[in-house]
């Protein structure tokens, strides 16, 4: 078979086909939408149901030819590659598009933000965000690193741009500024991780919009949007430890667990 499989079969099951005549010419290239030729590249529809599979509606885009009557190979968009009668498929011709635009007349390029807004990109990302890394072909869909680490291609349509407004200097309770060695809380959930509550000492800034790297109470180092957290008030200076009455607590003393601020649930003991 055309497949490369050999099977045997009943002679009543076969019938000859005749044979090309040395002078007839070739068949034309088939025809797609208009007057423009298909050939290897074309984008194409399945319009027809004679090709076995239920592929009625795909698209996809020709690989080859497989004979001299101009039945193709079509890589469908799922990946597929299918053997197709040319009266099952035809030519889509795409309408010339403006160069991508984010919000306003901003112009999409490599490393603006973006945001995935339409769901022909297969995957379930719509809501998320991220970043343009490249853009993969003439029509400008892209590759998207996501705010998860995910590189993902998406049709131009199914994402438009994120203007981020400017955003003051990083700020905790009232005009109290962060900065390397701060204690935060975290108040926001734009950080992935669900960290909201979570507190920690900042480590370092992470870029020159200072979003932080936090090292939080339980050890993890966590990259954080600014956005997220909150500087916490300095801890007022603690007297020496004392205990009932005036007595100066030392090595030896008898004490009882009273508060809940250490992990582990000790308090009574």
Known sequence: LESGQLVSIYKDDVKALPDLPASASPLPPPVGLGSEPLKVGSKVE????????????????????????????????????????????????ASPLPPPGGLGSAELKVGSKVEIIGSKTPGGHLGKQGEITRFIDANNNAEVKLESGQLVSFYKDDFKGVVASPLPPPGGLESAELKVGS??????????????????????????????????????????????????????????????????????????????????GHKGK
Do not use: M
């Not at 599979?53 to 990946?79: C, M, P, W, Y």
């Not at 790297?213 to 954080?224: A, I, T, W």
């Open 46 to 93: 399945i319009i027809g149901s004679k090709t076995p599979g239920g592929h009625l509606g795909k698209k996809g885009e020709i690989t080859r030819f497989i004979d001299a009557n101009n039945n193709a190979e079509v890589k469908l968009e799922s990946g597929q590659l299918v053997s197709f009668y040319k009266d099952d498929f035809k030519g889509v011709v």
């Open 183 to 264: 204690k935060v809380e975290i108040i926001g959930s734009k950080t992935p991780g669900g960290h909201l509550g979570k507190k920690g000492e900042i480590t370092r800034f992470i870029d020159a919009s200072h979003n932080p790297e936090v090292r939080l109470e339980s050890g993890q180092l966590v990259s954080v949007y600014k956005d997220d957290v909150k500087a916490l008030p300095s801890a007022s200076p603690l007297p020496p430890p004392g205990g009932l009455g005036s007595a100066v607590l030392k090595i030896g003393s008898k004490v009882e667990i009273v508060g809940s601020k250490t992990p582990g």
